[in-house]
């Protein structure tokens, strides 16, 4: 690796190298803190966790989070358009559920680390 190609010295080339090639372009890690962004939120953290054990209608999300269901349905919108969350009609009702997989293990590990964090 050629050390002219950067602004400050190179310490360890095998590291830098290694970081450059596993480093993500600058769209992913866009995407990437606007994930962070809306998981960051407080009030719509707790309708993930909430929709945790499965899919919820959203008077029954404002139910489990004492939330109004104006307040609902507005965050559920933007989880919805972030494709964290999904929904299905069943007659007059929508209801909600983790979009997939990804969405239940990152909840999953974070909260576990917090918990660990916090020896509960």
């Known amino acids: 690796m050629e050390t002219g190609n950067f602004p400050y010295e190179v310490y360890d080339s095998d590291r ?11 769209s992913y890690i866009d995407a990437l803190a606007n994930f962070y962004k809306l998981m960051g939120d407080p009030t719509r953290l707790r309708l993930l966790m909430a929709l945790e054990t499965g899919e919820l209608c959203a008077s029954d999300l ?8 104006s307040a609902v ?19 007059k009702t929508v209801f909600y559920e983790l979009d997939d997989e990804h969405i239940h293990s990152v909840l999953k590990v974070a909260l576990e680390h917090i918990k660990e964090d916090h020896h509960e």
């Open 62 to 69: 404002a139910n489990v989070t004492n939330m109004s269901r």
């Open 16 to 26: 830098v190298e290694c970081a450059l090639e596993h480093l993500p372009c600058q």
């Open 73 to 91: 349905s507005h965050q559920l919108k933007t989880l919805r358009d972030s494709k964290l969350v999904r929904s299905r009609r069943d007659g």
